[in-house]
Protein backbone atom coordinates (compact mmCIF):
# COMPACT_ATOMS: atom_id res chain seq x y z
CA UNK A 1 0.00 0.00 0.00
CA UNK A 2 3.44 2.50 -0.25
CA UNK A 3 2.70 2.75 -3.58
CA UNK A 4 -0.57 4.02 -3.90
CA UNK A 5 -2.00 5.84 -7.28
CA UNK A 6 -6.17 5.72 -7.32
CA UNK A 7 -8.22 6.14 -10.59
CA UNK A 8 -10.98 8.21 -9.13
CA UNK A 9 -11.70 10.76 -7.09
CA UNK A 10 -13.83 8.46 -4.60
CA UNK A 11 -10.92 5.94 -4.72
CA UNK A 12 -8.66 8.21 -3.21
CA UNK A 13 -10.93 9.25 -0.44
CA UNK A 14 -11.39 5.76 0.67
CA UNK A 15 -8.04 4.60 0.13
CA UNK A 16 -6.02 7.70 1.83
CA UNK A 17 -8.84 7.95 4.88
CA UNK A 18 -8.31 4.67 5.32
CA UNK A 19 -4.81 4.43 5.29
CA UNK A 20 -4.46 7.44 7.76
CA UNK A 21 -6.42 5.94 10.46
CA UNK A 22 -4.18 2.68 9.74
CA UNK A 23 -1.17 5.30 10.63
CA UNK A 24 -3.32 6.71 13.95
CA UNK A 25 -4.16 3.65 15.09
CA UNK A 26 -0.35 2.16 15.21
CA UNK A 27 0.51 5.51 16.42
CA UNK A 28 -1.94 4.49 19.30
CA UNK A 29 -0.19 1.76 20.42
CA UNK A 30 3.14 4.16 21.40
CA UNK A 31 5.53 2.19 19.73
CA UNK A 32 7.16 4.96 17.48
CA UNK A 33 8.24 6.88 20.97
CA UNK A 34 10.58 4.38 21.83
CA UNK A 35 14.00 5.70 21.65
CA UNK A 36 15.06 1.78 20.26
CA UNK A 37 12.21 1.56 17.81
CA UNK A 38 13.22 5.22 16.75
CA UNK A 39 16.84 5.04 16.27
CA UNK A 40 16.04 1.24 14.55
CA UNK A 41 14.13 2.72 11.92
CA UNK A 42 16.44 5.99 11.15
CA UNK A 43 19.57 3.14 10.67
CA UNK A 44 17.22 1.16 8.75
CA UNK A 45 16.32 4.32 6.50
CA UNK A 46 20.66 4.52 6.20
CA UNK A 47 21.31 0.46 5.27
CA UNK A 48 18.17 1.40 2.62
CA UNK A 49 19.25 4.29 1.20
CA UNK A 50 23.30 3.10 0.55
CA UNK A 51 21.32 -0.22 -0.86
CA UNK A 52 19.20 1.54 -2.95
CA UNK A 53 22.03 4.49 -3.90
CA UNK A 54 22.74 2.96 -7.63
CA UNK A 55 19.24 2.96 -8.40
CA UNK A 56 18.16 7.03 -6.78
CA UNK A 57 21.54 8.47 -8.82
CA UNK A 58 19.81 6.68 -12.04
CA UNK A 59 16.33 7.83 -11.15
CA UNK A 60 17.45 11.55 -10.64
CA UNK A 61 19.69 11.29 -13.96
CA UNK A 62 16.86 10.50 -15.82
CA UNK A 63 14.11 13.06 -14.18
CA UNK A 64 16.54 16.02 -14.28
CA UNK A 65 19.86 14.35 -16.00
CA UNK A 66 21.51 15.03 -12.97
CA UNK A 67 25.06 14.18 -12.66
CA UNK A 68 26.28 10.92 -10.41
CA UNK A 69 28.45 13.32 -8.49
CA UNK A 70 25.62 16.73 -8.01
CA UNK A 71 23.04 13.65 -7.39
CA UNK A 72 24.82 11.69 -4.75
CA UNK A 73 26.19 15.29 -2.93
CA UNK A 74 23.38 17.32 -2.86
CA UNK A 75 20.26 14.22 -2.88
CA UNK A 76 22.30 10.88 -1.26
CA UNK A 77 25.09 11.99 0.81
CA UNK A 78 23.54 14.37 2.45
CA UNK A 79 20.33 12.78 3.83
CA UNK A 80 22.89 10.23 4.61
CA UNK A 81 25.18 12.60 6.82
CA UNK A 82 21.89 13.85 8.28
CA UNK A 83 20.80 10.76 9.75
CA UNK A 84 24.16 10.01 10.93
CA UNK A 85 23.62 13.35 12.64
CA UNK A 86 20.72 12.38 14.60
CA UNK A 87 21.60 9.26 15.41
CA UNK A 88 24.60 10.45 17.38
CA UNK A 89 22.15 13.32 19.16
CA UNK A 90 18.86 11.54 19.05
CA UNK A 91 19.05 10.54 23.04
CA UNK A 92 20.03 13.74 24.55
CA UNK A 93 17.55 15.74 22.24
CA UNK A 94 14.52 13.09 23.52
CA UNK A 95 15.29 13.51 26.99
CA UNK A 96 13.04 15.02 28.71
CA UNK A 97 14.67 18.87 29.59
CA UNK A 98 14.90 20.27 33.48
CA UNK A 99 13.98 23.95 33.70
CA UNK A 100 13.56 26.46 36.37
CA UNK A 101 10.97 27.23 38.38
CA UNK A 102 10.06 30.64 39.98
CA UNK A 103 10.07 31.11 43.67
CA UNK A 104 6.44 31.43 43.67
CA UNK A 105 5.83 28.01 42.77
CA UNK A 106 8.04 26.91 45.85
CA UNK A 107 8.21 23.15 46.19
CA UNK A 108 7.75 22.49 42.44
CA UNK A 109 9.55 21.08 39.64
CA UNK A 110 9.45 22.17 35.70
CA UNK A 111 10.46 19.85 32.75
CA UNK A 112 9.04 19.90 29.36
CA UNK A 113 9.06 16.80 27.12
CA UNK A 114 9.19 16.25 23.37
CA UNK A 115 5.96 14.79 22.44
CA UNK A 116 5.14 13.68 18.74
CA UNK A 117 2.25 14.95 16.96
CA UNK A 118 1.01 11.75 15.06
CA UNK A 119 0.99 11.00 11.57
CA UNK A 120 2.82 13.60 9.67
CA UNK A 121 1.80 14.69 5.67
CA UNK A 122 5.29 15.39 3.84
CA UNK A 123 4.55 17.25 0.38
CA UNK A 124 7.60 17.15 -1.59
CA UNK A 125 8.99 18.58 -4.66
CA UNK A 126 10.37 18.07 -7.88
CA UNK A 127 13.83 19.83 -7.31
CA UNK A 128 15.77 17.73 -5.04
CA UNK A 129 13.57 14.93 -5.05
CA UNK A 130 14.72 12.68 -3.15
CA UNK A 131 16.26 14.90 -0.25
CA UNK A 132 13.35 17.03 -0.28
CA UNK A 133 11.62 13.99 0.89
CA UNK A 134 14.02 12.14 3.19
CA UNK A 135 15.36 14.73 4.70
CA UNK A 136 12.03 15.87 6.78
CA UNK A 137 11.10 12.26 7.14
CA UNK A 138 14.05 11.86 8.98
CA UNK A 139 12.58 14.58 11.12
CA UNK A 140 9.64 13.59 11.85
CA UNK A 141 10.92 9.21 12.43
CA UNK A 142 13.46 10.81 14.77
CA UNK A 143 10.80 12.80 16.79
CA UNK A 144 8.32 9.72 17.03
CA UNK A 145 5.73 9.87 14.45
CA UNK A 146 4.05 8.38 11.34
CA UNK A 147 4.35 9.41 8.15
CA UNK A 148 3.09 9.72 4.55
CA UNK A 149 4.87 11.03 1.50
CA UNK A 150 3.48 12.47 -1.68
CA UNK A 151 6.82 13.28 -3.87
CA UNK A 152 6.36 14.94 -6.85
CA UNK A 153 4.71 13.53 -10.16
CA UNK A 154 7.12 16.03 -12.58
CA UNK A 155 9.71 13.31 -11.41
CA UNK A 156 8.47 9.88 -11.98
CA UNK A 157 11.08 7.82 -11.77
CA UNK A 158 12.60 9.12 -8.27
CA UNK A 159 8.70 9.20 -6.90
CA UNK A 160 8.97 5.52 -7.72
CA UNK A 161 12.34 4.72 -5.92
CA UNK A 162 11.42 6.80 -3.15
CA UNK A 163 8.36 4.29 -2.65
CA UNK A 164 10.21 1.28 -3.84
CA UNK A 165 12.30 2.14 -1.01
CA UNK A 166 9.72 2.82 1.55
CA UNK A 167 7.67 -0.43 0.89
CA UNK A 168 11.06 -2.70 1.34
CA UNK A 169 11.41 -0.98 4.46
CA UNK A 170 8.36 -0.20 6.99
CA UNK A 171 5.15 -1.06 7.09
CA UNK A 172 3.15 1.28 5.72
CA UNK A 173 0.81 1.69 8.68
CA UNK A 174 4.40 3.14 9.96
CA UNK A 175 5.74 5.14 6.51
CA UNK A 176 3.93 5.19 3.70
CA UNK A 177 4.29 6.85 -0.11
CA UNK A 178 1.71 8.18 -1.73
CA UNK A 179 2.09 8.68 -5.73
CA UNK A 180 -0.11 10.45 -8.04
CA UNK A 181 -0.78 13.69 -9.65
CA UNK A 182 -2.19 17.04 -7.93
CA UNK A 183 -5.58 15.10 -7.28
CA UNK A 184 -3.67 12.98 -4.76
CA UNK A 185 -1.95 16.04 -3.01
CA UNK A 186 -6.00 17.27 -2.57
CA UNK A 187 -7.17 14.79 -1.68
CA UNK A 188 -4.63 14.10 0.75
CA UNK A 189 -4.97 17.76 2.24
CA UNK A 190 -9.20 17.16 2.51
CA UNK A 191 -8.01 14.11 5.26
CA UNK A 192 -7.34 15.39 8.89
CA UNK A 193 -3.33 14.49 9.66
CA UNK A 194 -1.73 15.98 12.48
CA UNK A 195 1.35 17.82 10.76
CA UNK A 196 1.63 19.04 7.12
CA UNK A 197 5.28 19.90 5.94
CA UNK A 198 5.19 20.94 2.50
CA UNK A 199 8.20 22.16 0.19
CA UNK A 200 6.99 24.43 -2.67
CA UNK A 201 6.25 27.64 -4.44
CA UNK A 202 4.03 30.64 -2.51
CA UNK A 203 1.07 30.20 -4.50
CA UNK A 204 0.75 26.47 -3.61
CA UNK A 205 2.06 27.36 -0.23
CA UNK A 206 -1.25 29.51 0.21
CA UNK A 207 -3.26 26.24 -0.68
CA UNK A 208 -1.76 24.14 1.87
CA UNK A 209 -2.15 26.52 4.33
CA UNK A 210 -5.73 27.10 3.47
CA UNK A 211 -6.15 23.15 3.86
CA UNK A 212 -4.30 23.16 6.78
CA UNK A 213 -6.47 26.21 8.47
CA UNK A 214 -9.82 23.77 8.24
CA UNK A 215 -8.46 21.13 10.63
CA UNK A 216 -6.11 23.36 12.04
CA UNK A 217 -3.46 21.23 11.37
CA UNK A 218 -0.07 22.34 12.03
CA UNK A 219 2.07 23.36 8.95
CA UNK A 220 5.60 24.15 7.66
CA UNK A 221 5.94 25.94 4.53
CA UNK A 222 9.76 25.89 2.93
CA UNK A 223 9.01 27.88 0.05
CA UNK A 224 11.44 30.65 -1.86
CA UNK A 225 11.29 34.22 -3.23
CA UNK A 226 13.88 36.10 -4.66
CA UNK A 227 17.00 35.55 -2.94
CA UNK A 228 19.27 38.43 -3.62
CA UNK A 229 23.40 38.31 -3.88
CA UNK A 230 25.15 41.31 -3.17
CA UNK A 231 28.47 41.54 -4.06
CA UNK A 232 30.46 45.31 -2.62
CA UNK A 233 33.31 47.00 -4.55
CA UNK A 234 35.86 45.32 -2.14
CA UNK A 235 34.77 41.64 -2.22
CA UNK A 236 37.55 38.81 -3.63
CA UNK A 237 35.81 39.16 -7.22
CA UNK A 238 37.82 36.16 -8.63
CA UNK A 239 36.07 33.59 -5.78
CA UNK A 240 33.00 35.35 -5.56
CA UNK A 241 32.27 34.87 -9.14
CA UNK A 242 32.86 31.26 -8.37
CA UNK A 243 30.95 30.76 -5.09
CA UNK A 244 27.84 32.39 -6.94
CA UNK A 245 27.89 30.51 -10.45
CA UNK A 246 28.37 27.18 -7.96
CA UNK A 247 24.79 28.42 -5.86
CA UNK A 248 23.20 29.57 -8.83
CA UNK A 249 23.87 27.14 -11.62
CA UNK A 250 23.71 23.86 -9.43
CA UNK A 251 20.64 22.05 -10.69
CA UNK A 252 20.25 24.31 -13.93
CA UNK A 253 19.16 27.18 -11.26
CA UNK A 254 16.50 25.09 -9.47
CA UNK A 255 16.88 25.66 -6.05
CA UNK A 256 15.19 27.12 -3.65
CA UNK A 257 18.28 28.82 -2.17
CA UNK A 258 19.86 29.86 -5.56
CA UNK A 259 21.28 33.39 -5.92
CA UNK A 260 18.13 34.88 -7.63
CA UNK A 261 19.72 38.45 -8.72
CA UNK A 262 22.92 40.44 -7.98
CA UNK A 263 23.61 43.91 -6.77
CA UNK A 264 26.94 44.64 -7.87
CA UNK A 265 28.95 47.98 -6.93
CA UNK A 266 28.97 49.94 -10.37
CA UNK A 267 32.93 50.15 -9.85
CA UNK A 268 33.40 45.98 -10.05
CA UNK A 269 30.55 45.31 -12.10
CA UNK A 270 32.87 44.38 -15.63
CA UNK A 271 35.35 42.43 -13.76
CA UNK A 272 32.58 40.53 -11.88
CA UNK A 273 31.05 39.59 -15.44
CA UNK A 274 34.02 38.65 -16.70
CA UNK A 275 34.77 36.15 -13.68
CA UNK A 276 31.29 34.66 -14.02
CA UNK A 277 31.89 34.19 -17.67
CA UNK A 278 35.03 32.37 -17.17
CA UNK A 279 33.70 30.36 -13.74
CA UNK A 280 30.91 29.46 -15.85
CA UNK A 281 33.38 27.57 -18.46
CA UNK A 282 35.29 26.10 -15.83
CA UNK A 283 32.04 24.48 -14.39
CA UNK A 284 30.30 23.59 -17.25
CA UNK A 285 32.69 23.87 -20.42
CA UNK A 286 32.94 25.80 -23.77
CA UNK A 287 29.27 24.57 -24.27
CA UNK A 288 27.37 23.32 -21.78
CA UNK A 289 24.26 22.50 -23.84
CA UNK A 290 26.53 19.11 -25.37
CA UNK A 291 27.97 18.71 -21.78
CA UNK A 292 26.14 15.50 -20.54
CA UNK A 293 26.32 16.03 -16.64
CA UNK A 294 24.43 19.54 -16.72
CA UNK A 295 20.98 19.01 -15.77
CA UNK A 296 17.65 19.94 -17.59
CA UNK A 297 15.08 21.85 -16.67
CA UNK A 298 12.03 19.70 -15.17
CA UNK A 299 9.19 20.52 -17.50
CA UNK A 300 8.24 21.81 -21.27
CA UNK A 301 6.29 24.24 -19.38
CA UNK A 302 8.72 25.32 -17.09
CA UNK A 303 11.16 25.45 -19.72
CA UNK A 304 8.64 27.97 -21.96
CA UNK A 305 8.46 30.01 -19.01
CA UNK A 306 12.05 30.38 -18.59
CA UNK A 307 12.94 30.93 -22.11
CA UNK A 308 11.00 34.03 -22.45
CA UNK A 309 13.21 35.74 -19.66
CA UNK A 310 16.06 35.33 -22.29
CA UNK A 311 14.48 38.28 -24.21
CA UNK A 312 15.05 41.13 -21.63
CA UNK A 313 17.57 43.49 -20.76
CA UNK A 314 21.10 42.85 -22.42
CA UNK A 315 22.76 39.40 -22.66
CA UNK A 316 26.03 39.59 -21.76
CA UNK A 317 26.74 35.35 -21.22
CA UNK A 318 24.78 32.08 -22.39
CA UNK A 319 21.38 32.39 -24.01
CA UNK A 320 21.05 29.73 -25.71
CA UNK A 321 19.00 26.80 -25.62
CA UNK A 322 17.72 23.69 -26.64
CA UNK A 323 14.00 22.50 -26.24
CA UNK A 324 14.40 19.43 -27.54
CA UNK A 325 16.46 18.65 -24.45
CA UNK A 326 14.95 20.97 -22.14
CA UNK A 327 18.40 22.77 -21.54
CA UNK A 328 19.32 26.27 -20.99
CA UNK A 329 22.71 27.37 -20.96
CA UNK A 330 23.85 29.31 -18.06
CA UNK A 331 23.09 32.85 -18.67
CA UNK A 332 23.36 36.40 -17.27
CA UNK A 333 21.77 39.45 -18.42
CA UNK A 334 22.44 42.95 -17.27
CA UNK A 335 20.07 46.19 -18.13
CA UNK A 336 17.21 44.40 -16.48
CA UNK A 337 14.26 46.83 -14.96
CA UNK A 338 11.42 46.05 -12.16
CA UNK A 339 8.85 45.48 -14.77
CA UNK A 340 10.86 42.70 -16.86
CA UNK A 341 9.64 39.12 -16.17
CA UNK A 342 12.94 38.01 -14.87
CA UNK A 343 12.30 40.21 -11.92
CA UNK A 344 8.73 39.64 -10.95
CA UNK A 345 8.89 36.40 -9.44
CA UNK A 346 11.36 33.55 -9.01
CA UNK A 347 13.70 32.58 -11.74
CA UNK A 348 13.96 29.38 -10.78
CA UNK A 349 16.00 28.20 -13.29
CA UNK A 350 20.16 29.58 -15.04
CA UNK A 351 19.52 33.08 -15.41
CA UNK A 352 21.12 35.66 -13.47
CA UNK A 353 20.18 39.15 -13.46
CA UNK A 354 22.34 41.74 -12.63
CA UNK A 355 21.83 44.98 -11.41
CA UNK A 356 24.25 47.80 -10.37
CA UNK A 357 24.57 50.42 -7.14
CA UNK A 358 26.36 52.93 -5.88
CA UNK A 359 25.06 53.22 -2.11
CA UNK A 360 25.02 49.94 -0.50
CA UNK A 361 21.90 51.65 1.67
CA UNK A 362 19.70 51.97 -1.73
CA UNK A 363 19.86 47.79 -2.24
CA UNK A 364 19.13 47.64 1.15
CA UNK A 365 16.21 49.60 1.27
CA UNK A 366 14.85 47.80 -2.10
CA UNK A 367 15.30 44.78 -0.93
CA UNK A 368 13.33 45.78 2.09
CA UNK A 369 10.54 47.03 -0.15
CA UNK A 370 10.01 43.17 -1.71
CA UNK A 371 8.77 39.95 0.04
CA UNK A 372 11.27 38.77 2.54
CA UNK A 373 13.61 36.53 0.70
CA UNK A 374 14.68 32.75 1.80
CA UNK A 375 18.50 33.73 1.28
CA UNK A 376 20.81 36.41 1.33
CA UNK A 377 24.32 36.52 0.27
CA UNK A 378 26.78 39.55 0.69
CA UNK A 379 30.28 39.21 -0.63
CA UNK A 380 32.39 41.63 1.06
CA UNK A 381 35.95 41.68 3.39
CA UNK A 382 34.20 44.74 4.96
CA UNK A 383 33.12 43.70 8.33
CA UNK A 384 30.62 46.80 8.96
CA UNK A 385 29.65 46.12 5.72
CA UNK A 386 28.66 42.97 6.20
CA UNK A 387 26.97 43.63 9.58
CA UNK A 388 24.85 46.64 7.95
CA UNK A 389 23.46 44.04 5.81
CA UNK A 390 22.90 41.35 8.06
CA UNK A 391 21.18 43.84 10.80
CA UNK A 392 18.87 45.55 8.15
CA UNK A 393 17.94 42.78 5.39
CA UNK A 394 15.35 40.49 7.00
CA UNK A 395 15.60 36.66 5.29
CA UNK A 396 15.35 33.11 6.05
CA UNK A 397 18.97 32.29 6.05
CA UNK A 398 22.59 33.39 3.82
CA UNK A 399 26.16 33.51 3.97
CA UNK A 400 28.93 36.07 3.74
CA UNK A 401 31.44 35.51 0.91
CA UNK A 402 29.72 32.01 -0.18
CA UNK A 403 26.11 31.12 -1.33
CA UNK A 404 24.03 27.97 -0.69
CA UNK A 405 26.71 26.47 1.96
CA UNK A 406 24.38 27.21 4.55
CA UNK A 407 21.43 24.70 3.69
CA UNK A 408 23.87 22.11 4.17
CA UNK A 409 24.96 22.27 8.40
CA UNK A 410 23.00 19.97 10.70
CA UNK A 411 23.34 23.09 13.35
CA UNK A 412 21.92 25.78 11.35
CA UNK A 413 18.19 25.60 11.29
CA UNK A 414 17.09 25.98 7.54
CA UNK A 415 13.66 28.10 6.78
CA UNK A 416 12.08 31.16 5.74
CA UNK A 417 10.09 34.04 6.83
CA UNK A 418 7.10 35.71 5.65
CA UNK A 419 6.48 34.62 2.75
CA UNK A 420 9.71 32.34 2.08
CA UNK A 421 7.97 30.06 4.79
CA UNK A 422 7.58 29.19 8.00
CA UNK A 423 9.56 27.07 10.67
CA UNK A 424 12.50 25.81 10.42
CA UNK A 425 14.48 22.07 10.43
CA UNK A 426 17.58 20.40 9.92
CA UNK A 427 19.42 18.64 12.54
CA UNK A 428 18.09 19.43 16.12
CA UNK A 429 16.04 22.17 14.26
CA UNK A 430 14.05 18.88 12.74
CA UNK A 431 13.58 17.01 15.48
CA UNK A 432 11.89 20.30 17.53
CA UNK A 433 10.17 20.64 14.26
CA UNK A 434 8.19 17.82 14.49
CA UNK A 435 7.96 17.49 18.42
CA UNK A 436 5.25 19.23 20.59
CA UNK A 437 7.15 20.86 23.38
CA UNK A 438 5.00 19.48 26.56
CA UNK A 439 5.32 21.82 29.63
CA UNK A 440 4.89 19.59 32.95
CA UNK A 441 5.27 20.90 36.37
CA UNK A 442 5.62 18.24 39.30
CA UNK A 443 4.59 19.79 42.63
CA UNK A 444 5.11 18.43 46.21
CA UNK A 445 2.55 17.26 48.57
CA UNK A 446 4.65 17.91 51.81
CA UNK A 447 3.55 21.48 51.72
CA UNK A 448 0.90 23.97 50.82
CA UNK A 449 1.56 27.55 49.74
CA UNK A 450 -1.95 28.62 51.73
CA UNK A 451 -1.94 32.07 50.14
CA UNK A 452 -2.35 31.33 46.82
CA UNK A 453 -5.86 30.68 47.59
CA UNK A 454 -8.85 33.54 48.13
CA UNK A 455 -10.16 32.83 51.11
CA UNK A 456 -7.09 33.40 53.35
CA UNK A 457 -6.19 36.81 55.22
CA UNK A 458 -4.08 39.09 53.66
CA UNK A 459 -3.30 36.92 50.34
CA UNK A 460 -4.33 39.72 48.37
CA UNK A 461 -1.40 41.67 50.00
CA UNK A 462 1.45 38.73 49.54
CA UNK A 463 0.54 38.10 46.43
CA UNK A 464 1.23 41.07 45.19
CA UNK A 465 4.70 40.95 46.94
CA UNK A 466 5.67 37.88 44.47
CA UNK A 467 4.01 39.16 41.64
CA UNK A 468 5.14 42.87 41.60
Same mark, same amino acid.
Given at each position: ??????????????I???????????????????????????NK????????E?? %?????????????????????????? #????????????A????V?????????K?????????????????N????????????????????? %?????????????? &??L????????????????????? &???? #?????????????????I????????????????G??????????????? &????????????????V????? /????????????????? %?Q?????????? $???? @??? =????????? &???H #???????? @? =???????I $????????????????? *??????L?????D?? *????? *?????????????????? $???????????????CV???? /???????????????????? /???K???????????V? @?????????? @????????????????K
Amino acid at each position: MSNLEPNSNLQHENIYSALIHKQKAFFGTHQTKSLAFRKDALNKLGDAIRKYEQP %IIQALKSDLNKSEFEAYSTEVGIVLK #EIRFFLKHLHTWARPKKVKTPLTHFGSKSSIYAEPYGVVLIIAPWNFPFQLAIAPLIGAIAAGNCAI %IKPSELTPKTSEII &AALVQETYADEYIAVVQGNVGASQ &ALLR #EKTDYIFFTGSIPVGKVIMEAAAKHLTPVTLELGGKSPCIVHKDANLKLA &AKRIAWGKFMNAGQTCVAPDYI /YVHRSVTASLITHLKDA %IQQLYGANPLEN $ENYT @RVV =SDKHFMRLE &AMLH #EGTLVAGG @R =SNRDTLRI $EPTILTDVTANDLVMQD *EIFGPILPILEYDRI *EDVLQ *EIDSCSKPLALYIFSENR $EIQQQVLTHASFGGGCVNDTV /YHFTTPYLPFGGVGSSGMGN /YHGKAGFDLFSHRKSVL @RQTTLFDIPF @RYPHIKDGLKRIKMFLK
